[in-house]
């Protein structure tokens, strides 16, 4: 069965400071891989996706994410947080044979000055 | 507009009152999923169209929750008898569909609903 985890409900970082989000996934098939982002009172934008294309994915906003098959992973990072990256972050992974994504229970950023 | 489109954005009823939620998916979108977002909570997803065939209705959480997609595109979300638990926010997203499997979903704002 396709799940995701993401570890920590809460990340706290600096501005300027490395972000890492973290994602696990376990999946019965090669899996599809994607992170959402949230502002307040919006639904959620796709940042980026992974499709076996390359494990290097970069997104918008300057994120990017690595599939690391040997860990099931699918980590969140950017270099340099800015203050208007605080949001709640979702990971998902699909669902086979079907466009449904099961999502992680996410993440919320917050950036400090 | 070229989004997803939901309404209303927030609606407030009292205890066991039916209420109807509207989405307007992206046009040509054939895949309209619906999910719940309870507080602090992640995405719980209710149920998913995808072009003509049956829906998948796996997640609805009770037989309180109905949806229909008229004509392949607007759909309604409807909780009958509506009970304090049923308090989220109510997300609707589409996607291009034909089970790609990479296709991503494109999310409207939500429906916040509050029941008192």
């Known amino acids: 069965a396709q799940s995701v985890t993401q570890l920590g409900s809460h990340v706290s970082v600096s501005e300027g400071a490395l972000v890492l989000l973290r994602c696990n996934y376990s999946s019965s098939v090669p899996p599809y891989l994607f992170w959402y982002v949230q502002y307040p009172n919006q639904g959620l934008q796709l940042l980026l996706k992974y499709t076996s294309a390359a494990t290097l994915v970069k997104g918008i906003n300057g994120f990017e994410a690595e599939f690391k098959k040997s860990e099931t992973s699918f980590h969140l990072t950017k270099p340099s947080a800015h203050m208007s990256d605080a949001a709640e972050y979702f990971c998902?992974?699909?669902?086979?044979?079907?466009?449904?994504?099961?999502f992680g229970t996410g993440t919320r950023l917050q950036v400090f000055p | 507009g070229a989004g997803v489109s939901q309404s209303p954005s927030n609606k407030v009823t009292e205890k066991g009152k039916d209420v109807e939620l509207r989405c307007d998916p992206i046009s040509g979108h054939t895949a309209l999923y619906w999910y719940r977002q309870s507080l602090g909570q992640g995405l719980e997803f209710l149920i998913y169209f995808q072009g003509n065939s049956a829906p998948d209705k796996s997640g609805l959480p009770s037989d309180r929750f109905s949806a229909e997609r008229t004509g392949g595109s607007v759909s309604t979300l409807t909780i009958q008898r509506t009970q304090q638990e049923d308090s989220a926010v109510y997300l609707c997203?589409?996607?291009?569909?034909?089970?790609?499997?990479?296709?991503?979903?494109?999310f409207g704002d939500g429906t916040r609903l509050s029941i008192l």
């Open positions: 998902a992974v699909s669902h086979p044979n079907t466009d449904k994504l099961i």
């Open positions: 997203a589409s996607s291009l569909g034909q089970a790609t499997f990479n296709q991503p979903q494109h």
